[in-house]
């Protein structure tokens, strides 16, 4: 059974000031935009290889800005208004679908591969990430309740998310773990990114 899911990537204009905002300390107001546009980039470059339809989940601009920054050949979708939880269910409600975000500078054709090829095995895929969240989460069929009332930008969600699917009796496919670019000490992992 192959899925070819909808590979959904939130994000944020790259307005200084209005993106990245924890590392604005070590960076400034411009440099953490020019960070986060420099990485939302390189993610769009690894989801155009998966062969899925991608779809940019967009906030901070008009679609037009956003077309004219990333391109045409992707699929464009504002934002919900609201937390994550309202910013996600719309799209969840469309599984199968992949979610990602503009942070995981190790981001690799081959985890979105692994998440896209899990879905034919699992309900559920999911990329932890080293700061107790996780990079990718992955759904053959629209779970509303891995979404709802979550502790987000905590250490909790990973394991907040593994207690429902025990629940929920689910058991997930687990990838590779990555590491986040979101604070000033993240930035000493990847010295090229800053410069």
């Not at 390189?42 to 004219?68: K, S």
């Not at 609201?82 to 269910?89: E, F, Q």
Request: aromatic share 6%; charged share 20%.
């Amino acid at each position: 059974m192959s899925i070819r899911p909808e590979l959904v990537l939130f994000a944020r204009y790259p307005v200084p000031g209005q993106c990245k905002t924890r590392l604005i300390p070590a960076l400034g107001p411009e440099g953490a935009a020019a960070l986060h546009r420099r990485l939302t980039e390189r993610t769009v470059g690894v989801l155009r290889q998966a062969g899925c339809p991608v779809t940019i989940a967009y906030t901070g601009a008009q679609e037009a800005a956003f077309r004219d920054w990333l391109g045409n050949d992707l699929s464009y979708e504002q934002q919900a208004e609201g937390d994550l939880t309202a910013r996600l269910l719309p799209f969840a409600a469309r599984a199968p679908v992949v979610f990602f975000g503009a942070d995981t500078p190790d981001l690799a054709p081959a985890h979105v591969a692994a998440a896209v090829a899990a879905l034919a095995s699992h309900p559920v895929a999911i990329g932890p990430a080293e700061d107790g969240g996780y990079y990718l989460i992955a759904m053959r069929e629209p779970l509303p309740d891995l979404l709802t009332d979550m502790p987000w930008s905590t250490a909790e969600v990973l394991p907040e998310t593994l207690r429902r699917l025990e629940a929920m009796a689910i058991a997930p496919a687990l990838l590779a773990m990555l590491a986040d670019c979101d604070r000033p000490e993240d930035l000493a992992r990847w010295p090229d990114l800053a410069a």
